[in-house]
């Protein structure tokens, strides 16, 4: 089966601390997704690449950055972590982003900055 | 205007009910359009695409007017399970991106 891994369930982090999230893909996709959700708000996407070194800007980027070193492997950086940066933090990947039914996504990491 | 508008609800039915939800986007060029559903505290998973033509999976249909920019999901005979947030997406941004409305709540009720 198909596995899109976030590394931690739930996180808390101070303000201004420097936050890594982790998302690991073990189906050789080209593309990964950043998105945050939040209530009202919805999905809102932050970062994709979609090949190693890569990287776009979503919609809401501002404080945030990535590194994708690696394929399988694509990295939320919150450079200074902020209060209005709590939030559900979903990872995705797809082996075409043309194709909006093969996205799979992690099961997310709740950040809670205090 | 957000790019793709949902009635939040909660919409709360009785077991057995046929419920609709309705879907707006905005962006004409819009390429492909899905139904996602997401279980409490979990992550979205793909429910079914929306063909021009409409399509239907078991108790889902799923229709699309492009005239209209506006996408539908009905619900036959709902059951307990089906109780989750429905979330409508559009792939946009020449096929670069989903955009994802915000969700319409469901709970369905004994």
């Known amino acids: 089966d198909v596995k899109v891994t976030q590394s931690s369930r739930y996180l808390v982090k101070r303000t201004g601390e420097k936050v890594f999230l982790e998302c690991v893909q073990d189906m050789d996709h080209e593309n990964m997704f950043w998105y945050r959700q939040d209530p009202g708000l919805g999905l809102r996407l932050i970062y994709f690449?979609?090949?190693?070194?890569?990287?776009e800007k979503g919609d809401i980027p501002e404080g945030y950055s990535v590194s994708r070193e690696k394929k399988e492997r694509f990295s939320l950086i919150l450079e200074s972590a902020s209060t209005n940066q709590t939030s559900m933090y979903l990872c995705?990947?797809?082996?075409?982003?043309?194709?909006?039914?093969?996205?799979?996504f992690g099961s997310g990491t709740r950040l809670t900055v205090v | 205007r957000k790019e793709v508008e949902q009635d939040p609800g909660p919409f709360n039915v009785p077991e057995g009910a046929t419920v609709a939800f309705n879907c707006t986007y905005s962006n004409s060029a819009s390429q492909s359009f899905f139904w996602y559903r997401q279980d409490c505290r979990k992550e979205p998973k793909l429910l079914m695409s929306v063909y021009s033509s409409g399509n239907e999976d078991g108790r889902f249909t799923a229709q699309l007017n492009r005239a209209s920019q506006y996408i539908s999901l009905l619900i036959r005979d709902s059951k307990l399970s089906d109780s989750a947030t429905y979330l409508c997406?559009?792939?946009?941004?020449?096929?670069?991106?989903?955009?994802f409305g915000t969700g319409t709540q469901l709970k369905v009720e004994l």
């Open positions: 690449s979609y090949d190693v070194k890569m990287k």
């Open positions: 997406v559009v792939l946009t941004g020449g096929g670069n991106k989903l955009t």
């Open positions: 995705a990947s797809t082996i075409d982003r043309g194709r909006g039914n093969g996205y799979t």
